[in-house]
């Protein structure tokens, strides 16, 4: 546990080297170089001391290669080594959904805090486990649902709160994802359900995160999901050639999710893993202006008895992550009128914006209240379960 007027000492699981270091070609997202290193590496409330990936030379590799002193931070290749090491209050890992409890299991047991990348494991079984273990030995938890932190959700919760818009009716949402006919190698487990990680766990589960932060609780839902490539061609992340061809696929890439939300408002989101969204077609609805780059990444509208919040990303659909696009739009009803809404300043602007909020996430645990712990992980878990259900999938 950490103690106060001391940094958190975080042990960092699954800082993996770039994938064209042709001499240690990387798996997964390296979502723990783009997101989590900046934000720990800058902040004065954490300090690294400790990588572990999958051998002590691959950890000596990316600590070099991050420039990381090694003279405060060792390198481990085993999960147990990280829970055996004293100098530990936190344990962030960032790996592959499917080994993310076997790599924190030890060190909640030898009573550290843990952060875990979402999904929080494979299934609901194994993340329901997760949540009993931490409860049964009272360590703290946050699991990287950090969409609910993007400022651009938060300016929209203000703005219904204030009232801009009345009362909340209806919301939707159209999204493009990943998926399709091709994946990348790095994340080739994508295509295969059992590991947990896809368009739906991921993509879909962040959407939704943002969605609910801002507009509140779902209440009843059905969904529609679809496989409409049940084979997909590898593509090698570094040279971009084909390197498999007709892997089987087991997630779905068309997702549609209607509800109605705690509030009453009628919710639908639609999200598309396929061919890319055209970029020459004009977007239209409420007086909005596409900046000319064309049809939106993201589209999301709310629509309140008093007028319409829009929210258009040219350049991705993941609030959750983070981009200097997202464009944020007031309608009146009463004045016709549209206005472009400034969401301010951005406190973590220092950083690259995948860090931002991830960033918001350490800022809230350090603070001691106000992050995703694992038993909203195992909510969304459930949700998405049943979804598979509903689909008999």
Same mark, same amino acid.
């Given at each position: 546990m950490s103690?106060?007027?001391r940094? #958190?000492? $975080?042990? +960092?699981?699954?800082?993996?080297?770039p994938?064209?270091?042709?001499?240690?070609?990387?798996?997964?997202?390296?979502?723990?170089?783009?997101?989590?290193?900046?934000? +720990?590496?800058?902040?004065p409330?954490?300090?690294?001391?400790?990588?572990?990936? %999958?051998?002590v030379?691959?950890?000596?590799?990316?600590?070099?290669?991050?420039?990381?002193?090694?003279?405060k @931070?060792?390198?481990?290749?085993?999960?147990?080594?990280?829970?055996?090491?004293?100098? $530990?209050?936190?344990?962030?890992?960032?790996?592959? @959904?499917?080994?993310?409890?076997? %790599?924190?299991?030890?060190? #909640?047991?030898?009573g550290?805090?843990v952060?875990?990348?979402?999904?929080l494991?494979?299934n609901?079984?194994?993340?329901?486990?997760?949540?009993?273990? /931490?409860?049964?030995?009272?360590?703290r938890?946050? /699991?990287?649902l950090?969409?609910?932190?993007?400022? @651009? $959700?938060?300016k929209m919760?203000?703005?219904?709160?204030?009232?801009?818009?009345?009362?909340?009716?209806?919301?939707?949402?159209?999204?493009?994802?990943?998926?399709?006919?091709?994946?990348?190698?790095?994340?080739?487990?994508? @295509?295969?359900?059992?590991?947990?990680? =896809?368009?739906?766990?991921?993509?879909?589960?962040?959407a939704?995160?943002?969605? +609910?932060?801002?507009?509140?609780?779902?209440?009843?839902?059905?969904?529609l999901?679809?496989?409409?490539?049940?084979? /997909?061609?590898i #593509?090698?992340?570094?040279?971009?050639?084909?390197?498999?061809?007709?892997?089987?696929?087991?997630?779905?890439?068309?997702?549609?999710?209607?509800?109605?939300?705690?509030?009453?408002? $009628?919710?639908?989101?639609?999200?598309?893993?396929?061919?890319q969204v055209?970029?020459?077609?004009?977007?239209?609805?409420?007086?909005?202006q596409?900046?000319?780059?064309?049809?939106?990444?993201?589209?999301?509208?709310?629509?309140? %008895?008093?007028?319409?919040?829009?929210?258009?990303?040219?350049?991705?659909?993941?609030?959750?992550?983070?981009?200097?696009?997202?464009?944020?739009?007031?309608?009146?009803?009463? %004045?016709?009128?549209?206005? +472009?809404?400034? /969401?301010?300043?951005?406190?973590?602007?220092?950083?690259?914006?995948?860090?931002?909020?991830?960033?918001r996430?350490?800022?809230?645990?350090?603070?001691?209240?106000g992050?995703?712990?694992f038993?909203?992980?195992?909510?969304?878990?459930?949700?998405?379960? =049943?979804?598979?259900?509903?689909?008999?999938m």
């Amino acid at each position: 546990m950490s103690q106060p007027n001391r940094p #958190i000492r $975080v042990a +960092l699981i699954g800082l993996n080297a770039p994938y064209n270091n042709t001499s240690n070609p990387a798996t997964g997202t390296s979502w723990a170089a783009a997101a989590h290193l900046p934000y +720990l590496t800058w902040s004065p409330k954490y300090e690294i001391v400790a990588l572990q990936n %999958s051998s002590v030379e691959k950890a000596v590799i990316s600590r070099n290669i991050y420039g990381l002193d090694e003279s405060k @931070v060792k390198v481990y290749g085993r999960a147990e080594d990280v829970a055996n090491d004293p100098d $530990v209050d936190l344990v962030v890992t960032s790996i592959r @959904v499917d080994k993310h409890a076997n %790599s924190v299991i030890p060190s #909640i047991q030898a009573g550290k805090d843990v952060f875990v990348e979402w999904p929080l494991e494979a299934n609901p079984l194994k993340a329901g486990e997760l949540t009993d273990l /931490v409860k049964r030995y009272g360590v703290r938890n946050i /699991v990287g649902l950090q969409g609910g932190k993007s400022p @651009v $959700v938060k300016k929209m919760k203000e703005l219904i709160e204030q009232g801009a818009i009345g009362r909340v009716e209806a919301s939707n949402v159209v999204a493009k994802a990943y998926g399709g006919s091709t994946m990348a190698s790095h994340v080739d487990y994508f @295509v295969d359900k059992e590991v947990g990680g =896809n368009i739906l766990t991921i993509a879909f589960g962040h959407a939704l995160e943002c969605i +609910l932060e801002a507009l509140g609780d779902i209440k009843t839902y059905s969904s529609l999901l679809v496989n409409q490539y049940p084979e /997909v061609d590898i #593509i090698d992340s570094s040279t971009g050639d084909i390197k498999e061809k007709g892997r089987k696929n087991t997630v779905p890439n068309q997702i549609v999710f209607d509800g109605i939300l705690s509030s009453g408002a $009628v919710l639908t989101l639609k999200m598309h893993g396929g061919t890319q969204v055209s970029t020459n077609l004009s977007a239209r609805g409420s007086g909005s202006q596409t900046s000319g780059n064309g049809s939106p990444m993201l589209d999301w509208r709310i629509f309140g %008895s008093k007028g319409e919040i829009r929210v258009i990303g040219h350049s991705t659909w993941s609030l959750n992550t983070g981009s200097k696009d997202f464009r944020v739009e007031l309608w009146s009803a009463e %004045s016709g009128q549209t206005a +472009l809404i400034d /969401v301010g300043e951005d406190e973590l602007a220092a950083l690259p914006v995948p860090a931002r909020n991830i960033g918001r996430l350490y800022e809230a645990f350090a603070a001691g209240e106000g992050y995703p712990d694992f038993e909203k992980a195992l909510k969304r878990h459930d949700l998405i379960e =049943n979804m598979y259900r509903q689909n008999k999938m």
